[in-house]
């Protein structure tokens, strides 16, 4: 017995489902059950990013030496856009949230369920069905998408591929995070636990919660200006379109507007999962919690008004430089507060350097390479020259998947004991990790050096001095291809023929541990009530006796 829940009384929810009506696919496909609703996300988003994946290596076939190689330019550009809508709006925004979000925040908080299950689910559905049409777009006369994944004017309003279809795409994937925002915000302040304070909330939730207001605020404004770029295309209405006396600038503000907080969607949950794993496996309560928490809110607000450095060579006054100048400073502060406090955690920890914690280690050190990088980009001179160069690439990169990409990694090497009641095998988890950190770096760091020489991103040729760079950069994209299936192959076989795990194999403390692996259709038999302050680790050895 563990806080009121008897293991071997409770069916999980993978077996006995959601309804007694449905079984097999069904009942997958309408469970309104939050962890059901999760793992189909994994299984889905996982499916894309490797999709995404594969798109990322043929551009690098491609770019491994001057001249075509592979494809023709007009491919490249539809694989390049392709590559990023995917890993942008399929992957990387809904990726934590959607998964680890909507399968962890209810038990963190000793919820029962979402506040809106029936919501959840569909939110699922406008998913799927945002992500049909992205591939619907490929198959119907016109071709593949082939303005990058910004869609800037004119090209979105010049090309003649299927343009309308893929940002409509978009716009309908934009309901989806707005719904599962709405779900978290009312689900975390309506159904906490007895006893669940502000201040005794994971800062997972934390993180969750600061993301769902994002969701919420930023959201409508992509969604408008993609109905605007449709109208545009149609109708010829000449508000972006510089030939019809529209402003092109316009546009890039309001795209920026969306997608710089869209950066906060991605990490910020990242930042969560690190905020988890640092003191369970350093056995220390988590240095600073509410500066952690605090700052996930700073990040969210802050993040709303700095998307301009995006635009510092569009054409701006000098005193909007300036002032998006050093607010993109100023952001970098609350991270700096979440990195301080992530190392001082551990200072003197008894750490257990399991696979999880591993790659929380190479977040750090990817993660920082990309802020400080950023800062750089955020720099008015040094911009001038790097702007639209591979260096913005390598930052990109760095920040989104060194960050949250690596990040979803930690999560479901942290979680998956506790979702699917069965354990990988450690040895090759963590060979994962190495050869990803060293595949990584060989794939994205010379394209710092490469921007810094002049090369330009988006480019589908370039001049022989960039040669053996690139050259570097695609081996590294053959190393990272070995290594995802190597990942993947450890999961999947885990999940097929895994040894059973232990209930808390991590020693955990957060009330997803206090629960059966998988946990019980409803969570819990009995609400918990939360005694403790959060990351408490005297509250083992209770666990330990079922009290």
């Not at 856009?81 to 962890?104: D, E, K």
């Not at 207001?213 to 200006?225: G, S, Y």
Request: aromatic fraction near 16%; include cysteine; glycine fraction near 8%.
């Amino acid at each position: 017995m563990v806080n009121g829940i008897d293991s071997a009384k409770t069916k999980s929810f993978y077996e006995e489902g959601t309804t007694k009506k449905s079984s097999g696919l069904a009942s997958w496909l309408f469970s309104t059950d939050h962890k059901r609703i999760g793992l189909m996300y994994l299984v889905t988003i996982s499916v894309f990013f490797c999709v995404g994946a594969i798109f990322g290596i043929l551009m690098r076939l491609e770019l491994m030496s001057p001249g075509e190689t592979i494809m023709k330019a007009e491919t490249y550009n539809s694989f390049f856009t392709l590559h990023g809508v995917i890993m942008i709006f399929l992957f990387i925004i809904p990726g934590i949230p959607a998964v680890f979000g909507n399968f962890f925040l209810p038990l963190q908080i000793g919820a029962k369920d979402v506040a809106f299950p029936r919501i959840n689910l569909l939110s699922y559905w406008i998913y799927i069905i945002g992500a049909s049409l992205v591939l619907l777009s490929l198959l119907i006369p016109g071709g593949a998408i082939d303005t990058g994944w910004t869609f800037y004017i004119p090209y979105s309003v010049r090309s003649g591929s299927n343009i309308s279809l893929a940002i409509f795409a978009a716009f309908v994937l934009g309901f989806s995070s707005i719904l599962t925002g709405l779900n978290f915000i009312t689900t975390v302040h309506r159904m906490r636990a007895p006893g669940m304070t502000w201040f005794r909330m994971p800062l997972f939730v934390w993180a969750t919660y600061a993301t769902a207001w994002i969701q919420i605020i930023a959201t409508p404004v992509i969604a408008i200006t993609i109905l605007l770029v449709i109208l545009e295309r149609f109708f010829g209405v000449g508000i972006f379109d510089p030939a019809l006396g529209g402003d092109p600038i316009l546009f890039q503000h309001m795209f920026w507007i969306y997608s710089h907080p869209a950066v906060y969607i991605m990490i910020l949950p990242a930042m969560g999962v690190v905020s988890e794993i640092i003191p369970t496996f350093a056995r220390r309560t988590i240095f600073g919690y509410k500066a952690i928490a605090m700052s996930s809110l700073a990040i969210a607000f802050v993040g709303y008004l700095v998307w301009a450095h995006h635009m510092f060579t569009s054409g701006m006054s000098d005193t909007a430089r300036w002032i998006f100048s050093l607010l993109t400073f100023i952001v970098a502060l609350p991270s700096g507060v979440k990195v301080f406090n992530w190392v001082a955690t551990m200072y003197k920890g008894s750490i257990d350097p399991k696979p999880p914690f591993l790659w929380v280690m190479s977040f750090i050190v990817l993660f920082s390479i990309g802020g400080l990088t950023g800062l750089v980009v955020g720099s008015l001179a040094t911009d001038i020259h790097l702007h639209d160069t591979y260096f913005v690439v390598a930052h990109f990169h760095y920040v989104m998947f060194g960050g949250t990409g690596t990040i979803f990694f930690a999560a479901l090497y942290y979680w998956f004991p506790k979702m699917f009641g069965k354990m990988y095998n450690i040895k090759v988890a963590s060979l994962g990790v190495l050869f990803f950190f060293i595949s990584f770096n060989l794939l994205y760091f010379p394209k710092f050096i490469l921007g810094y020489m002049g090369m330009p991103r988006r480019y589908y040729d370039y001049l022989p001095q960039f040669a053996d760079l690139q050259l570097i950069s695609t081996i590294g994209s053959w190393l990272m291809g070995l290594t995802l299936i190597l990942i993947i192959t450890n999961i999947v076989s885990a999940i097929i023929k895994g040894k059973k795990s232990e209930e808390n194999p991590w020693g955990g403390v957060t009330l997803e541990w206090h629960t059966s692996s998988p946990p019980p259709l409803e969570n819990f038999e009995v609400i918990p009530e939360v005694k403790h302050e959060p990351y408490d680790f005297s509250q083992l050895e209770e666990m330990k006796h079922g009290s």
